[in-house]
């Protein structure tokens, strides 16, 4: 296990409390109460349906739970939507790609910095000293983004003709692009090489490290999970069954039955 | 060999962020300006101004706004005849009701009525989506027919229902032979276009284009749905309603609801596909097209010596149009404009093919 | 109220219901097709179209009723094999918009083509409908009214009993839940889009016929075929019992509006009393009165 330096785990930056989520008749969660610290890399496991994607659709305010609060930056609500979420500073890319498919990557992760663009409308019609400037300012901040992601060569290919594993790393540039205190990632490295694997790792590290982004990553690779996470939270049919260091979380019985129990 | 982006370095964000970063298309696009504004108003005849000039760029117009609305921000709208008609009577009854304002003014507040029915009828579209919102806006289609057609106050109690407008002037300069109407349209709806692509291209435009691709990742990166759709239905139908006065006031000159029934939303959509989907040079190429298939068929077979009946003549349209409609959606969804892409791209290559 | 008056009122709602009839059988067409395989089909209208034209010009070039009525069906059984390999086939997989756009495309080519082969003026038709008026009590029911009401009610009957007693019509209803669920049902799915578009293809025809003899074979069938729209939004896209009772709501609300409200504010109000309708609807309930909510997967 690596252990970050140059960061200190601080208080909860968000806590979940007695969230209980169903849909008609399938219950996706129920009962999960659980942080996130600041500065930290919490890592969401569990087998498949065990409801880690809802739980962060919860967070982000795409889902509105039956029951329980979600307490972020010592304010406590019951339901909030996204894009207030995303005002909030919480920015989340998804388990099944959504990118904007008919736009560039450079138009992408330029959206992601939509909430930092203040301009209004008719300068923007005219395109015309403070829009330009700004304009040129957030593209400055957006191109730091593609160098630190390594995807200089396809800033101006629409995102739908670029293979999975690039699309992915857009998708983090576009979530990275808000300047987010809290970043979601539903399964960033899902279905990718080793070798992809490990350029996402460091991604991931690298904006814990260097910007003190927190960070809520689901992740079925267990390796990975034991490599990168603070901390880990194991949800199994919609509860939570365990939640704690790495090491900790790796010897736990009910989590071990849990992965035995499911075939993958 | 012309066609080369070669030497050409963009040393400023600034530089690549330009509407034509490529120097020739710089300069194909001056020498279009030019054409429009000099060499046409020498040489083009009554004809050719008012069957293709004057129409196609009015309806290029409405195509932008529909455009804006539907391949931009993914709302489709059949509604965009209805829109035209705010505008158009709008413009008419401030024309009549307070005769000494300023023809821009009168354009200007045809499309800021327009925008506000449009927002109104936008509404729908946060909870709806796709093809039901489609059905939203044939809504309002039908409802604004029925009101510049049942509500006299509306027509000035035109007893044939038909209104019209007379010569008209603007900052004392006449607008009312041909060349004159040309050019003062020409004007208009190149800066509009202009506009529209500086908000397409901004974060405006981002928006609007986020809310297309996927509306739920929009949310995500704190694009507010309603605000986001109400603003592409604002600016699309201020569009149309500029559009629609211009129709109106020097197209028509007089005219009655019918000129902007389902049929023209209808032709305006199909303008839009075929011309390209969000794409603003595609609304006029789209524009021109449909507007001379019919003059074609009329024209070319007879010269051919194949006569043909009025009859088969719209019947032919319906199924050339309808045609087309699958062929792009399926062979290229960006239309025509895609299609000059294309050469182009070939063009930039050339003689070598990769 | 007079008693006289309740009787009038009592025929306009009927006459309502009547024309509603005719709104639900289009729009159990659009209904059957949005079911099976997700798309909106713009064209339904086109049909009606596509399928009265060849049975009024047959007829009228001598041909037997019931031959020109199973010439119509082969054609719109044809046009449902051609609608699948050059449209739905090629369009696999894009989103709703685009295909709905491109039924826009078949709308228009359906029109052009079938004008052109059949003609486009107005043509009467009569295949023997009995029209004789009916007194239920001091009521006056148009005779024809009921045995379209009749027809259309063993219509439906005899498309619910396909659906739920014929394999293949189980397998439709597996294909509207989910596509994978109905690869496994062993019918691929082209042939289920062939079988859906088919069958819509038929009520279309019956469609035509009822309307034809009704207001004759025009052009104006297809726009009168939009009325089903706002049906659609009242029933919700997918439910068959929504796209009847949604018809009865529009064609009796239509009438009361035009009888009791149009000479206060001006007549015509049937042109968009439906959408106008439809719209509040959709305001509160997006999924239609007898829709159901989703909430999307992410
Ligand atoms: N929008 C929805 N509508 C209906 N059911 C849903 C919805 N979203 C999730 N579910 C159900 O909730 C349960 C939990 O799903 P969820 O996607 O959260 O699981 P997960 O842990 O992310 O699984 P995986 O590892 O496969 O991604 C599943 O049974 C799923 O079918
Ligand atoms: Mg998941």
């Known amino acids: 296990m690596t252990q970050q330096s140059g960061r200190k785990i601080g208080g909860p930056l968000l806590k979940v409390q007695g969230i209980s989520l169903s849909f008609g008749g399938v219950k996706a969660l129920s009962d999960v109460s659980f942080e996130i610290r600041q500065h930290e890399i919490l890592a969401i496991i569990g087998p498949n349906g ?48 959504a990118l904007f498919k008919g736009m560039s990557t450079l138009d992408n992760i330029m959206s992601g910095r939509l909430l930092k663009m203040k301009v209004n409308f008719f300068l923007q019609a005219l395109y015309w000293g403070p829009a330009q400037r700004e304009e040129i300012a957030h593209r400055e901040v957006v191109e730091r983004i593609i160098d630190f992601l390594e995807i200089q060569a396809i800033r101006k290919t629409p995102v739908g003709k670029l293979p999975y594993g690039l699309q992915k790393r857009v998708e983090l540039g576009r979530a990275l692009a808000a300047e987010p205190d809290l970043l979601l990632l539903d399964e960033p490295m899902a279905g990718m090489n080793v070798e992809e694997k490990e350029d996402m790792c460091r991604f991931v590290l690298d904006v814990n490290e260097e910007f003190g982004t927190t960070i809520a990553l689901i992740e079925h690779d267990m390796g990975v999970v034991m490599d990168i996470s603070d901390r880990v939270v194991v949800l199994d049919y919609g509860r939570k069954i365990a939640d704690g260091v790495p090491d900790e979380v790796r010897a736990n019985k009910d989590v071990i039955d849990a992965y035995l129990g499911v075939s993958h | 060999m012309l066609y080369r982006e070669a030497g050409q370095f963009k040393a400023s964000y600034a530089a690549d962020q330009a509407i034509f970063p490529i120097a020739q298309d710089r300069v194909l696009m001056a020498i279009l300006l030019v054409v429009a504004a000099v060499v046409v108003p020498l040489t ?22 529909l455009n804006i609305l539907t391949g931009y921000c993914g709302q489709v709208s059949l509604g965009t005849g209805g829109f035209m008609a705010v505008g158009a009577y709008t413009a008419y009854n401030l024309f009549i009701r307070v005769p000494e304002l300023n023809l821009l003014l009168v354009l200007l507040a045809a499309g800021a009525m327009a925008a506000l029915v449009g927002v109104i009828f936008g509404i729908p579209s946060l909870r709806i989506k796709g093809f039901y919102l489609a059905v939203a806006t044939l809504a309002a289609q039908f409802f604004l027919d029925w009101v510049f057609a049942r509500v ?20 004392g300069f006449p607008v009312i032979t041909p060349t004159q109407r040309y050019l003062f349209i020409l004007a208009i709806v190149a800066l509009m276009a202009l506009v529209a692509k500086n908000l397409v291209r901004s974060s405006v435009g981002r928006a609007w284009m986020a809310i297309r691709d996927m509306d739920i990742a929009a949310e995500i990166i704190g694009i507010r749905p309603l605000q986001t759709k109400l603003s592409a239905f604002a600016v699309s139908s201020f569009y149309a309603g500029v559009s629609g006065a211009l129709w109106a006031f020097l197209h028509l000159k007089s005219w009655e609801p019918a000129a902007f029934d389902i049929n023209r939303s209808f032709s305006l959509l199909f303008m839009i596909i075929i011309g390209g989907l969000g794409s603003i040079l595609g609304s006029f190429i789209g524009a021109a097209f449909i507007l001379l298939v019919p003059i074609f068929l009329n024209q070319v077979p007879p010269a051919l010596g194949i006569p043909l009946s009025t009859a088969t003549i719209s019947h032919l349209e319906f199924m050339i149009f309808g045609a087309l409609i699958i062929f792009f959606l399926i062979v290229e969804p960006h239309g025509l404009a895609r299609l000059w892409q294309i050469g182009k791209e070939k063009l930039r290559l050339w003689p070598f093919p990769h | 109220m007079e008693l006289q008056d309740l009787y009038f009122l009592i025929e306009v709602i009927i006459g309502g219901l009547m024309a509603g009839v005719l709104y639900s059988l289009v729009a159990l067409g659009f209904v059957l097709i949005f079911k099976a395989s997700g798309v909106f089909n713009f064209a339904q209208g086109a049909m009606v179209l596509f399928a009265a034209l060849p049975v009024v010009r047959l007829i009228e070039w001598g041909v037997p009723v019931w031959a020109a009525i199973a010439a119509a069906a082969a054609i719109m059984i044809g046009l449902a094999f051609v609608i699948e390999r ?33 003609g ?74 062939i079988i859906v578009w088919s069958i819509a293809g038929l009520v279309a025809l019956i469609a035509g016929i009822v309307w034809g003899s009704k207001l004759g074979v025009q052009f104006a069938m297809t726009f009168v075929a939009l009325k089903a729209l706002p049906v659609l939004i009242l029933g919700g896209f997918t439910s068959i019992p929504g796209a009847i009772v949604g018809g009865l709501i529009v064609g009796a609300g239509e009438k009361l509006s035009e009888v009791y409200l149009g000479p206060i504010i001006g007549g015509g109000l049937e042109n968009w009393f439906a959408y106008m309708l439809a719209m509040v609807v959709l305001l509160f309930r997006p999924q239609g009165l007898f829709g159901e909510k989703i909430i999307e997967r992410v």
């Open chain 2, 44 to 65: 083009a005849t009554q004809y050719l101004y008012t069957a293709i000039l004057i129409p196609s760029l009015i309806l290029a117009l409405a195509a932008i706004g």
């Open chain 2, 152 to 171: 006299p106050w509306l027509y000035n109690y035109s007893p044939s229902g038909s209104v019209g407008v007379p010569d008209l002037y603007v900052f």
């Open chain 3, 86 to 118: 050059t449209v739905l086939r090629p369009l696999v997989n894009q989103e709703g918009i685009i295909l709905f756009m491109a039924t826009l495309g078949v709308t228009f080519l359906l029109e052009g083509l079938a004008q052109q082969i059949w």
């Open chain 3, 120 to 193: 486009s003026e107005v043509y009467r038709l009569d295949i023997g409908i009995p029209t004789d008026p009916l007194f239920l009590g001091e009521i006056l029911v148009n005779g024809f009214d009921i045995s379209v009401a009749v027809a259309a009610g063993l219509l439906v009957a005899a498309l619910i009993a396909f659906f739920q007693t014929t394999k293949v019509g189980r397998a439709l209803r597996a294909v509207a839940d989910d596509h994978q669920a109905a690869q496994s049902v062993g019918i691929p799915l082209n042939h289920i889009w």
């Open chain 1, 50 to 97: 065990a409801g880690k994607s809802s739980m962060l659709n919860v967070i982000n305010g795409f889902y509105h739970p039956q029951s329980g609060t979600v307490t972020y930056k010592g304010a406590t609500r019951k339901q909030m939507q996204p894009h207030e979420a995303a005002e909030q500073g919480i920015a989340r890319t998804f388990q099944n790609i």
